[in-house]
């Protein structure tokens, strides 16, 4: 029997798996390279394994709400955003976009375009 997914998914945007090479910044300290997992209007799925590895695992949700920027040298654009979860055992990082340097660009390569 199938199971309903009515109202399962939480998210406004639908998701595309896509990797992206990705320029993290977090505040002046925590800076590297990372690829997407999958991104959305309104959020990005980013790995790396090293941005935050110098921090102890029980400071690290003092980061949720950080603002964090994502740069997409490939695509000359930049995202800014918070970030909403961390899983620092994979080096996973979730984000909420807060806004674009070309929101024109950023619904193309999410498959959004008008």
């Known amino acids: ?3 309903s997914t009515d109202g399962a998914e ?3 945007h639908k998701r595309k798996r ?3 090479m990705a ?4 505040g002046i300290i925590h800076q590297g390279r990372g690829h997407t997992k999958d991104i959305s209007l309104n959020g990005i799925w980013v790995e790396n394994r090293t941005i935050f590895a110098h ?3 029980n400071r690290i949700p003092e980061l ?3 603002q964090i920027k994502i740069s997409f040298p490939q695509e000359s654009l930049t995202v800014m ?3 909403v979860r961390i899983d ?3 080096g996973d990082i979730a984000l909420e976009v807060v806004q674009t340097t070309n929101d024109e660009t950023w619904k193309k390569i999410c498959g959004e375009e008008s």
């Open 1 to 3: 029997m199938a199971q």
């Open 10 to 12: 939480r998210r406004r």
């Open 18 to 20: 896509i990797e992206l």
């Open 23 to 26: 320029l993290i910044k977090v």
């Open 55 to 57: 921090m102890r695992p």
């Open 64 to 66: 949720i709400n950080t």
């Open 81 to 83: 955003g918070k970030i």
């Open 88 to 90: 620092h055992a994979k």
